[in-house]
T-cell receptor, first 115, second 111 residues
Framework: AQSVAQPEDQVNVAEGNPLTVKCTYS??????LFWYVQYPNRGLQFLLK??????LVKGSYGFEAEFNKSQTSFHLKKPSALVSDSALYFC?????????????FGTGTLLAVQP | ETGVTQSPTHLIKTRGQQVTLRCSSQ?????VSWYQQALGQGPQFIFQ???????GRGNFPPRFSGLQFPNYSSELNVNALELDDSALYLC??????????FGSGTQLSVL
C-alpha cells in the first residue's frame, strides 16, 4: 500500500532563511508525489507534483521539491521564507489501486515563519 | 480562489441524523472527489465521481454516498451520523489527473 510520512509536526524558520519540509514515501511502482498547502479556514491548494523526469520540481509561490529515489524522499524547499508562507503543508502520493484522484495524504507539517 | 464552492460552511447535527453537503465544481472540471479531514489529520479519500458515475471509493462505509449532476456539481450524503463523522469535508474538482482544486470545505459537527 502507498503511504507518505511527514516526520515533523512543526517547522520553525526565520523570515529570509531557507526552509525545508520533509516527506518520505513508500510505494509499489512509480511514485506520483504531490505537495499541497492549507491556509486557515481554507481548502488545500496545489503546489507542485512529481511524476517523472527532473528530480527537482518547481512549483507555485517559489517552492520546489527534490525527489530522491534512493532515500525515498520528496522534501519541499524554498530558498527564502516569507511570513506569508506560514501554513499547513501536506505531502501526498497517488494510490495506484484507486481512482485517478485518490491521493494518500500525510498528517501535515505546520510551517511557522517568524518575522 | 479555486472556483470550487461548498455549502454550507458549517453544520451541526446530532447522532443518527442524515446530512447532505454540496459542491459546485470549477467550470470545465468533470471529475469531483470528496475527502474527509479529521482534526489534526490529513484528508482521507471518500470517493470520486466522473460524468455522474462513482469510479473510485476509499475505505468508508455505505452510509457515505454521493451524486454528481449533469453540470458536474456534486453532493455527499451521510446517513446515521456517528460522533466520529465530525470533520472537515472537502470537495475537489479536476480536469487534469491528480491536480485537484479544493473548496474551503464544510465543517460538520456531530453531537
Amino acid at each position: 500500500a502507498q503511504s507518505v510520512a511527514q516526520p515533523e509536526d512543526q517547522v520553525n524558520v526565520a523570515e529570509g532563511n531557507p526552509l525545508t519540509v520533509k516527506c518520505t514515501y513508500s510505494v509499489s511502482g512509480n511514485p506520483y508525489l504531490f505537495w499541497y498547502v492549507q491556509y486557515p479556514n481554507r481548502g488545500l491548494q496545489f503546489l507542485l507534483k512529481y511524476i517523472t523526469g527532473d528530480n527537482l520540481v518547481k512549483g507555485s509561490y517559489g517552492f520546489e521539491a527534490e525527489f530522491n529515489k534512493s532515500q525515498t524522499s520528496f522534501h519541499l524547499k524554498k530558498p527564502s521564507a516569507l511570513v506569508s508562507d506560514s501554513a499547513l503543508y501536506f505531502c501526498a502520493v497517488r494510490d495506484w489501486g484507486g481512482a485517478t484522484n485518490k491521493l494518500i495524504f500525510g498528517t501535515g507539517t505546520l510551517l511557522a515563519v517568524q518575522p | 480562489e479555486t472556483g470550487v464552492t461548498q455549502s454550507p460552511t458549517h453544520l451541526i447535527k446530532t447522532r443518527g441524523q442524515q446530512v447532505t453537503l454540496r459542491c459546485s465544481s470549477q467550470s470545465g472540471h468533470n471529475t469531483v472527489s470528496w475527502y474527509q479531514q479529521a482534526l489534526g489529520q490529513g484528508p482521507q479519500f471518500i470517493f470520486q465521481y466522473y460524468r455522474e458515475e462513482e469510479n473510485g471509493r476509499g475505505n468508508f462505509p455505505p452510509r457515505f454516498s454521493g451524486l454528481q449532476f449533469p453540470n458536474y456539481s456534486s453532493e455527499l450524503n451521510v446517513n446515521a451520523l456517528e460522533l466520529d463523522d465530525s470533520a472537515l469535508y472537502l470537495c475537489a474538482s479536476s480536469s487534469e489527473a491528480e491536480k485537484l482544486f479544493f473548496g474551503s470545505g464544510t465543517q460538520l459537527s456531530v453531537l
